[in-house]
């Protein structure tokens, strides 16, 4: 994989259109601000544009339903999307930090949070 180099540019390869909103907005974010140019960096950026999909459905869900829920037998649980946005969260970071792009020493914004 080459290396990424940080280097403003105007134009970039458009997201995939099987993004969405969360995804990209950290795709348009990230190539504008970093030159991936390669194909290796590109499906990482969008493997890490997917998770970031994911994590911000599963935060709307919790929004909207509440972080504890009741079961069919009145016992109040976490939400069970839960670990699932956890996991997505990290699958972001992890996919941004394999591209070296620093993830671990700044906030990755994403969706409407």
Known sequence: MKKVTKKKTTA???????????????????????????????????????AADRAESCRQAIAREGAVIVDRLGTRRPHPLLPAERQARHQVLQALRTLNLGAGDQEVRYGST
């Open 12 to 50: 970039g390869p458009a997201p995939p259109k099987d993004l969405g909103r969360a995804g990209k907005e950290l795709w348009r974010r990230l190539m504008a601000e970093y030159r991936l140019d390669d194909a290796g960096g590109q499906e990482l950026l969008r493997i890490a544009a997917q």
